[in-house]
């Protein structure tokens, strides 16, 4: 709310000190009066993610401007502007993920610091990684283990057959090793195959 100065005043009002603050008082009470309902906190840090989700090109107009400044936004402008939004495209994805192509870490069996890695795909559709360290009885679930995964970590062939040596069974199918070539190559026949790795 603005603070009304005498000196901001008509002259006619600035004729005795007390006059002019009594009606200055009052100026602001009505305008006090007249202010429209102020926008939620809950309607605008709604409105503030749909600006920054929505494909919409009204970043640079007064009502956006205003509610990311933090400033006076009332509640009817604020519902509006969601309306507004609500139906409009999702921002295309960030451009780095398109513009930078750079070996990717993808789900499957990796060697760090000595451990085997499995990274796996969330099941919930959302294609975020996940990774499990073998402990040497099971694969056990470490967060953030995943992101000290890099593409040149990705298990060799080497690895993959001292798996199939310890263990008796392919590391990247689990199936166990039966077949004396098999046995002899550390991994079956499909996954050598499949992933290109030494076979016979
Ligand atoms: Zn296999």
């Known amino acids: ?24 008082a009052e100026t602001v009470r009505r305008h006090a009066r007249q202010q429209p309902a102020e926008a939620s906190e809950k309607a605008r840090s709604y409105a503030l993610s749909l600006l920054a989700s929505r494909d919409h090109g009204l970043a640079e107009k007064p009502l956006a401007l205003a509610l990311q400044a933090g400033s006076f936004v009332s509640a ?14 999702y921002k295309p ?10 070996p990717q870490v993808t789900d499957g069996f990796y060697m760090l610091d000595g451990d085997y890695v499995k990274v796996q795909e969330a099941r919930n559709g959302s294609g975020r990684l996940y990774a499990k360290r073998w402990d040497g009885g099971s694969w056990e679930y470490e967060p953030g283990l995943v992101r000290k995964i890099a593409p040149e970590m990705a298990l060799t062939a080497e690895q993959a057959k001292a798996w199939g040596k310890l263990y008796g069974n392919c590391i990247y199918c689990s199936l166990d090793l039966t077949d004396e070539r098999s046995i002899d190559a550390g991994y079956g026949p499909k996954c050598a195959a499949k992933r290109g790795l030494p076979w016979g």
């Open 93 to 102: 994805r960030p451009a780095k993920q398109t513009a930078a192509p750079s």
């Open 1 to 24: 709310m603005p603070k009304l100065e005498t000196r901001d005043m008509h002259p006619m009002f600035a004729m005795n000190g007390k006059d002019a603050q009594k009606i200055a």
């Open 76 to 89: 009817r402008d604020c519902s509006q502007l969601i309306e507004l939004l609500k139906p409009m495209p």
